[in-house]
């Protein structure tokens, strides 16, 4: 019996011993395996097989999740490449957040966006502009087109990228235009018949108005009328999104204004402005009153106005019934009083006059006496008249002590005072995206893509000819991606409709470009009321 008792003892001790290695065996495997696959790592990044995510989404790298400098280059063709080398090297895209390198926006994307302009910029501009948005959220863009733009070489490559609408202005377009029921109203006639910049505000004004049925025929939620020189700028959403910014709307706001900034170049050989410049004048509505007349005549810089062009900003309006442009800058509509909210971070960034060529080629599309009498005639703002003036006068040498003297920073004490005082800011976000495109090859492919398009239809069939032909289909849509005119009928029905009923808001004047409050009014500049 005592024998018996005393091995009991003895094997619940090795019981115990045995577990307990167990136990410390397995709390060893534990602490090794993580241990392993970090130095597994560590292994992998230093050889070159692993890229820390730290370190390529940084500053100093200007990359963005999904997307990869190190892809192999695509052939350039030689026929097309200044345009290739100007628009960045060919890589493969890799965007791995979006469906493909084409951004071809499903259904599902609510709100769904789209942005409509009057152009005759290059592609060294437009493709920038258009794959920078559609980063942001912008699904669909009416893009009206004449002169450089409506180039064959040109069109094609628009006319190839997914969601892009190229409307030509047509002898067809110009006779439906001058129908528009905008003819018989008031709110635009003051700028009827005028030369320059009143000519093209009535053209952008018959533009917008054609756009607002194309988008509802597209399915849009939302419409902005922007120029090619500006970029939209949707900080206040965690995700540096248009649409997300939009989706978070109240359902009852017709109307959101975005207040824009003013590019400030420090150099005079500026060649790629969405790439180069990020240092912007900050618009009145989004600075206190006593730092923006503070600090007023240091911002001016002996130029007519704070800003050197506009100040009232642009806007977006929700695609509903009886919508109607009210100029470039803003929208109404024939049954009501929009209800309009203005944003307090987010912007519109406009690069104006950031290239010393910008004095030569608005001098080149206008055809005005270099005269203070006349200059009146053919442009609203001040600033404009006396870059004119200058441009069409002076020698080239004293065009760019002109330009340096009154646009370009170069006064680096004054800039970083107004750095501080909250007057200038700098903004990285489009420069980075759109570099990181750049790099991403995806304007080079899209040009490539258009170019191996239309040399496989060549020879498929000579006989298809390829024109600025705006001949409808049975459906009213036009054939191919090139747009002429728009479904007749409902253009004119959404006219008919509205005019059935006693029109109150029709007399309200277009919303021109307006320049910012001086120190001669304490309070903002004119602004259209609802």
Same mark, same amino acid.
């Given at each position: *019996? ?30 090794? !395996?993580? !241990? ?122 628009? #006319? ?47 533009? *917008? ?22 970029? *939209? ?5 965690? #995700?540096?999104?248009?649409?997300? @910014? ?8 017709? *109307? ?5 900034? #003013? ?10 402005? &969405? ?8 618009? /009145? ?133 107004? @750095? ?34 239309? !040399? ?34 409902? &253009? ?9 009923? @006693? ?15 001086? !120190? ?9 009321? /609802?």
């Amino acid at each position: *019996m005592a024998g018996q008792y005393s091995l009991r003892p003895n094997s619940s001790s090795n019981s115990s011993s045995s577990s307990h290695i167990l136990a410390s065996r397995l709390l060893f495997i534990l602490t090794l !395996l993580p !241990l392993t696959l970090a130095c597994f790592a560590f292994l992998l990044q230093w050889r070159g097989g692993l890229n820390d995510p730290v370190t390529r989404w940084s500053p100093d790298q200007h990359e963005f999740p999904g997307m990869s400098s190190t892809a192999p280059s695509i052939p350039s063709h030689s026929s097309r490449s200044d345009c290739v080398d100007l628009l960045g090297r060919s890589h493969s895209p890799a965007f791995s957040y979006y469906r493909d390198w084409k951004f071809d926006y499903g259904t599902d994307l609510k709100p769904k966006i789209c942005i409509t302009t009057s152009t005759s910029a290059g592609l060294e501009q437009t493709l920038p502009w258009i794959f920078f948005h559609k980063v942001i959220g912008v699904s669909n863009f009416f893009l009206f087109v004449e002169g450089k733009a409506a180039s064959p070489n040109i069109s094609k490559v628009l #006319e190839s990228i997914p969601g892009v609408s190229v409307i030509y202005r047509t002898k067809e377009l110009e006779e439906q235009q001058a129908r528009s029921r905008i003819w018989n109203e008031t709110w635009l006639s003051s700028f009827f018949y005028k030369p320059c910049n009143h000519e093209l505000f009535v053209k952008q004004s018959l533009n *917008m108005e054609m756009a607002i049925v194309m988008a509802r025929n597209a399915g849009m939620d939302w419409i902005i009328h922007l120029d090619t020189d500006e970029l *939209m700028h949707p900080v206040g959403t965690r #995700e540096y999104s248009l649409r997300q @910014l939009l989706a978070d709307v109240p359902a009852n706001v017709d *109307m959101v204004i975005f207040p824009n900034y #003013e590019s400030s170049v420090e150099r005079d050989d500026v060649k790629e402005p &969405f790439s180069e410049v990020s240092m912007f004048k900050k618009n /009145y509505d989004h600075l206190p009153k006593d730092v923006y007349f503070g600090t007023y005549k240091d911002a001016v810089r002996g130029n007519p106005n704070y800003f050197l062009t506009y100040g009232n900003g642009k806007s977006a309006a929700r695609i509903q019934d009886h919508l109607r442009p009210n100029g470039a800058h803003r929208w109404h509509n024939y049954m009501k009083n929009p209800n309009e909210i203005k944003l307090e971070e987010a912007a519109v960034l406009h690069y104006t006059y950031t290239k010393f060529t910008d004095l030569t080629s608005r001098r080149d599309r206008c055809g005005c006496k270099p005269t203070k009498d006349d200059v009146k005639r053919c442009f609203m703002l001040d600033f404009d008249r006396a870059a004119f003036i200058i441009a069409s006068t002076a020698t080239e040498e004293e065009m760019l002590a002109w330009y340096r003297e009154r646009v370009v920073w170069t006064d680096k004490a004054l800039t970083l005072k107004l @750095l501080r005082k909250g007057i200038l800011t700098r903004i990285y976000a489009p420069m980075i995206i759109i570099q990181g495109l750049r790099n991403s090859g995806i304007f080079s492919s899209v040009i490539s893509s258009a170019v191996h398009h239309k !040399l496989a239809k060549d020879q498929v069939s000579s006989s298809v000819k390829i024109s600025n032909s705006s001949r409808p289909t049975e459906s009213g849509v036009i054939s191919s991606r090139k747009v002429g005119i728009i479904n007749r009928g409902d &253009f004119q029905a959404t006219a008919r409709r509205v005019l059935e009923i @006693l029109d109150d808001h029709s007399d309200l004047s277009a919303t021109p470009p307006l320049s910012p409050p001086s !120190l001669n009014d304490d309070l903002p500049a004119p602004t259209h009321e /609802y």
